[in-house]
């Protein structure tokens, strides 16, 4: 197949480029590089098979020839790029999904949203089914991406049954590897930059609000699993492995050695209390649940970060 990815230089999206490659399709990755970096795909350079646009997907998006699959990753993903961002990511969600909808119908491509746990909120069911219609705060400061991502939804489900337009939805779930940023701001490369350098891990609040760790490849292959299937509805990809961030922060204290300890801050505003998804769906029809246990993914995205850390310094 012809594939485009849009935010197809960012963490998660050059991930997905190496494994429709892998798989024998031609990729187009598209990126304004406002979160993205070349970087994540500087590897695929020279590949026949694989082309790179910069380009606002805000923006008409025109590609020549045909196309069969369009992936709609574009978007900031990270609190403090979304904090940083809130028009950017407000329009990404709204006028870029709706931009890359357009394509799909134009070219007869399929095309699957990168939703998000997101748009659950604050749960108030637990763990979250894809019938959970969520617990959001839409005028607060993270309803700029939870709300983005809502409407990204809403558009994509009106697509699919207007103009019969072949839709998937992945709601994606805490994931984790090599190629996040280094200051990210989500808690996994904050945790794994801070015990690289030896200083005290951050934990907001009292640390006992939850979250589930899913490594890359596994979330690829849930999503790959998702688009070569026939369903519609949204479904979960995540690991439903939970555990409070205290106890993820001791985790890594543990694996990188580091005497820094922990120290408090206050638990920003509207930070879900419990994240945990329920994938039923997705094993039931995808044949899929997570394969890579927390030690070795870990494992593989300190030794990323402590590379990366080491190149910066030198």
């Not at 399709?25 to 970096?37: S, Y």
């Not at 439903?240 to 890594?252: D, G, H, N, W």
Request: glycine share 10%; with cysteine; aromatic share 8%.
């Amino acid at each position: 197949m012809r594939i485009l990815v849009t935010g197809g230089a960012g963490f998660l999206g050059s991930h997905l480029c190496d494994r429709l490659l892998a798989e024998g399709h031609d990729v187009i990755a598209m990126d304004n590089l406002i979160t993205g970096t070349t970087d994540n795909i500087a590897h695929l350079a020279g590949n026949p098979h694989f082309h790179f646009i910069k380009h606002d997907v805000t923006n008409y998006i025109y590609i020549k020839g045909d196309l069969d699959a369009i992936l709609h990753f574009a978007s900031p993903a990270s609190p403090v790029d979304y904090l940083e961002l809130p028009i950017q990511t407000l329009k990404v969600g709204s006028l870029g999904t709706h931009n890359a909808l357009g394509l799909a119908m134009a070219k007869g491509a399929r095309f699957l949203l990168a939703s998000t746990s997101e748009t659950y909120g604050d749960p108030q069911v637990h763990p979250q089914p894809e019938s959970y219609w969520g617990h959001v705060n839409p005028i607060g400061p993270r309803g700029v991406y939870d709300e983005a991502k809502r409407f990204a939804e809403a558009i994509t489900m009106a697509y699919h049954r207007a103009h019969g337009v072949d839709t998937r939805i992945v709601r994606i779930f805490n994931t984790y590897g090599p190629r996040m940023r280094i200051k990210d701001g989500r808690v996994v490369p904050n945790f794994i930059r801070q015990a690289l350098q030896g200083e005290p891990l951050t934990v907001y609040g009292d640390g006992g609000q939850t979250r589930s760790f899913c490594y890359v490849s596994d979330e690829v292959e849930g999503i790959y699993r998702l688009l070569m299937s026939d369903e519609s509805d949204p479904v979960n990809i995540g690991n439903p492995s939970e555990m409070t961030i205290l106890q993820f922060a001791q985790v890594i204290n543990q694996i990188t050695g580091n005497p820094g300890g922990i120290r408090y801050e206050p638990l920003p505003v509207d930070d879900p209390k419990q994240r945990q998804p329920d994938i039923t769906r997705a094993r039931t029809i995808l044949g899929w649940e997570p394969a890579v246990s927390l030690e070795q993914g870990m494992e593989a995205t300190i030794a990323w970060f402590d590379e990366r850390l080491r190149q910066l310094e030198g």
